[in-house]
């Protein structure tokens, strides 16, 4: 059964196909700094369950408007006046979305402008690689708002940051942005133009690459961090016999045998 996306189905998100299977999910609530409402996560969820199966060979997630994504929406939160188990549900539909991003197989390029902050850095972290721009910047202010992570940062965020960076993160409000951020490992490319189009360049340069491989490289590397290493190195073993076994790996590998492949070299 193929399984398509119907992209009209998306209303906070705007969702688009381009070239060679790279799609393009942009969170669409400009006016609202991109603030994650309930709505919106669901359509994630939507989105990300669906794209490994629908042949999506990578993904560019964006923000319009001036900002990435300014995390929880607080007025809905606010409105809602949520009790203790509403809001942990709500926070259990946010690890679906963010574990299909990061567990689904699909490589997910995050590009990055303006505000990354609580929910929206929680976000970001979910993807493969962040690409920042001049104006981005990333905060967790959860702790001045009188509020605590709910997205995944405690695992995300300190894998990026490590643990005392992290608290520091949520104790003083701490801004991180520029070269500093990539140098702490928030992000991995720093631009001088546009996030958008370095985050596309990335994305068509990975879609290049077998699903099969990018399957396990975005989901497997996860997975393992998760087990012992002992494990991790039993299911490497796993998933390399069948990756590494592939059929549509042949023409690639005689094409190195037969010297018509690219070799790997220095950069200029
Ligand atoms: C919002 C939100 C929001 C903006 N929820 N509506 N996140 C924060 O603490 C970040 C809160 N937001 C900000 O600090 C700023 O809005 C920004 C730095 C992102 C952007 O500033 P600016 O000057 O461009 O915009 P603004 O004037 O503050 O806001 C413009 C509109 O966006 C305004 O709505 P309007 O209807 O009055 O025009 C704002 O209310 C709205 N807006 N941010 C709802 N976050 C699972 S737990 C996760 C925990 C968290 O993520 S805590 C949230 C942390």
């Known amino acids: 059964m193929t399984i398509t996306i119907d992209t009209s189905r998306f209303k906070n998100l705007a969702v688009e196909e381009h070239d060679g299977g790279v799609w393009v999910v942009t969170l669409n609530r400009p006016t609202k700094r991109n603030a994650l409402n309930a709505d919106t996560v669901e359509e994630m969820v939507e989105f990300f369950a669906t794209a490994p199966r629908a042949g999506v060979r990578a993904v560019v997630l964006a923000g319009s408007g001036d900002h990435f994504c300014a995390g929880l929406d607080l007025v809905e939160h606010h409105r809602e006046d949520r009790s203790p188990a509403e809001f942990m549900h709500l926070c259990l ?11 689904g197989g699909v490589p997910v390029i995050a ?57 520091d993160m949520m104790l003083t409000g701490r801004v991180y942005q520029g070269q500093e951020a990539v140098d702490l490992g928030l992000a991995q ?33 996860s ?42 070299r220095p950069n200029d």
Request: aromatic share 8%; charged share 20%.
């Open 93 to 103: 539909r946010w690890h679906e979305a963010f574990n299909k991003m990061e567990y």
């Open 111 to 167: 590009a990055l402008h303006g505000a990354v902050v609580g929910g929206g850095l929680e976000l970001a972290s979910s993807a493969h690689i962040r690409v920042i721009d001049q104006t981005a910047y990333f905060a967790l202010p959860e702790g001045q708002r009188g509020l605590f992570t709910g997205g995944g940062a405690t695992i995300r965020v300190t894998d990026l940051v490590g643990k005392a960076r992290m608290i």
């Open 189 to 221: 490319y720093i631009v001088e133009g546009s996030s958008f189009d370095a985050a596309m360049e990335i994305a068509r340069k990975a879609a290049e690459n077998l699903p099969l491989s990018n399957f396990a490289i975005c989901s497997a590397v």
């Open 223 to 264: 997975h393992m961090q998760n087990m012992s290493a002992m494990d991790a190195a039993y299911a490497e073993s796993v998933v390399a016999g069948v990756v590494n076994t592939q059929p549509d790996a042949r023409a690639r590998l005689a094409a190195f045998a037969d010297k018509s492949a690219a070799r790997v």
